[in-house]
């Protein structure tokens, strides 16, 4: 992912040495109290290792040297649309202190440039019912809000 100033904003893979600040940004934007635990890392980093051998990635966002932002972009081969490439943004999380300054935007937008780079015929994502606010921001982004999610918690 090309670097993005904007607002005094870089966008970049994220590295072993951001995870304490991604695991922090997760734990600060969860609904779920206790959901992630920033005492053991080994799980985030393992699962970064992961996620960096295959095409999508996390972009993280530094305002001034910090990690304030960062999302999860997941590619995959879809058996419809003639086997389109699909792209899902998961974990974006901006620290609360720090939005509404662009942040977001310039974060999606790098996530939707990959997207776009990799080849795949659209975006999605799912956004909890219970964050209006992120869904205006992914409006504003031009998602249009057009199915209705279900998950299924396995643990």
Known sequence: MAPDTDHEV???PACDEDVVAMVGLLAVG???EGKEDRRD????????VEIAQGPGGVP???????VVGLCQVIV?????????????????????????????????RCAIERA???GC???QLTS????????????????????????????
């Open 128 to 155: 909890n019912m219970a964050r209006p606010d992120a869904h205006r921001f992914y409006e504003s982004l031009g998602f249009v809000p057009s199915h209705l999610g279900f998950k299924l918690a396995l643990r």
């Open 10 to 12: 870089v966008v970049r």
């Open 60 to 66: 993280v966002a530094e305002h001034k040297g910090v």
């Open 41 to 48: 890392l080994a799980p985030y980093r393992a699962a970064l």
């Open 76 to 108: 995959f081969r879809h058996l419809q649309s003639r086997g389109a490439l699909c792209a899902e943004i998961e974990s974006v999380h901006v620290h609360p202190e720090m939005r509404g300054q662009g942040i977001g935007h310039v974060l999606m």
């Open 121 to 123: 015929s659209r975006v």
């Open 116 to 118: 776009r780079e990799l």
């Open 30 to 32: 969860s609904l779920v």
